[in-house]
């Protein structure tokens, strides 16, 4: 006698739900590890931003010969 159709079904509900659940967990990662490249990415923007400034500001701070 086989396995009724409702068990086969619970089983398969059951299966679904574990694979969203986990895929929700690797979107979350993802999502995690995207948000933390791009403050990598604006770290150094600002980064680089702050050494043209720094020598923008030494270049204007050298006394002009005459």
Do not use: D, H, Y
């Not at 079904?9 to 933390?36: A, D, G, P, W, Y």
């Amino acid at each position: 006698m086989g396995v009724p159709t409702f068990f086969k079904t619970s089983e398969n509900f059951m299966l679904l739900k574990k694979i969203l659940v986990s895929q929700s967990t690797v979107f979350e990662c993802t999502f995690i590890f995207l948000r933390i490249t791009r403050l990598e990415l604006l770290k150094n923007s600002i980064a680089t931003i702050n050494k043209t400034l720094q020598s923008t500001v030494s270049i204007q701070r050298k006394p002009v010969e005459n």
